[in-house]
């Protein structure tokens, strides 16, 4: 079949790549014109394991293409997808000029019956907005074109996002005509091998369905986060905790790791819209505004910890900081729960050595460059001339510790874990304070 998606950031850009991949002919449409031509040149804009080869194989198949042309897109394809940015406003709300921005395209260039399917993450009712967005611009033109808006929204995670794509665990689509609902399985087929996987309902649903699956997952994590400082003033182990409810299937084994606060562009943004939809209505969203205020006091605690430690502002000590993505296998930084914690060690006159596998260089694009900040070539290279390590983010090269470096390197031997991923006998057997996330015992 033949699909435009416009907007190639995260969703859009995997999404196309993995539509061309099951043999689809897809055109990416972005208004960035330095961004199209590094695709063009196969330079993919963003880390995600797998999406680079994929791309560039698709391009060569010539089943992927980009663009900045939106008229010959739409006018060709019967499928258009919306997948640009919804940002937060300044109230919360989702920020809808950028979706109403192509809708408006849409509409001026639609050439026959068309499907615009909505991935981008919006409130609940803006399928109505950009339908009437489109009727308004083919009004103005004096045509009548057949087109139905649908809501499809994404649960791709990054880090995995490729693979999220080639084996989802549902599609929802929210819809209203039976020839979108035919329309869209037949896209997706390929990606399901088992049609129950296929969740048709209303277009209101649908748009409802995506904020309530992040919300309930921030809740998880909220929830745990405020079980673990109970568990760290009760002299209790969260990590213990944990495996002792996970095996009850109603809880589940996922999302239950408690840390320093969740970050990236969905669970922070998405709650916070979830509870101004609800707030406009006149409602009092209790639930969604403590999930975000406990993540919001989350994020402060690793630097708590090590104030804790030190019994004052650590003035004039050194830190190694591993990790800064806001979760392993990305270099997306947005809401990072080590951006907190470096700002308050730099408001406290403390330095940094930081290192990431991956987002180095986008630590030095948001931080520039600063005295108090080094960034580091390794991990082992971080902890050189250090007084304390805190790990931010659990990459998997920093799970087996190397305890005699650590030793050697950290002065004043202890590390602050704020993903508990080291087990704190063996750390504290090896000569070294641990603090963790709600583990009373290393209080
Ligand atoms: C999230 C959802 O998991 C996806 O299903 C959804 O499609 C996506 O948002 C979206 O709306 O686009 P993502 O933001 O990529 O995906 O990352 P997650 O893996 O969900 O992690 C989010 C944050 O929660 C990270 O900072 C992570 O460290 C934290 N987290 C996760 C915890 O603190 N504890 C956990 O148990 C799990």
Redesign the pocket.
Known sequence: MKVAIFGTG??GLVTGTCLAEIGHEVTCVDVDEAKVEALRAGRVPIYEPGLEPLVASNMEGGRLRFTNDARPAIEANEIVFIAVGTPPDEDGSADLKYVLEVARTIGRYMAGRTVVVNKS?VPVGTARLVHDAIGAELSARGVAHDFEVVSNP??????S?VK?CMHPDRIVIGAEKASSFEKLRRLYAPFVRNRERFVEMDVTSAELT?YA??AL??T??SF??EVANIAERVGADIEMVRKGIGSDPRIGW??????????????PK?VQALARTAQKLGMHPELLEAVASVNVRQKRHLYELVERHYGASPTGKTFAVWGLA??PD?DDMR???SRQLLEQLWGAGARVRAYDPEAMAETRRIYGVRDDLVLCESAAAALEGCDALVIV??WREFRSPDLELMRARIRDRVIFDG?NIYDPAEIEDGGIAYYGIGRGRSI
Request: one cysteine or more.
């Open positions: 995260y969703v993450t994404e649960f791709l995670k990054e880090g996002a999220d995506k699956a992040n997952l921030a998880k994590i745990m986060n996922h999302f239950i790791y408690p840390g320093a606060g969740y970050g990236g562009s969905c669970f998405d806001f979760k990305t809401e990072a729960a983010t659990e993903r």
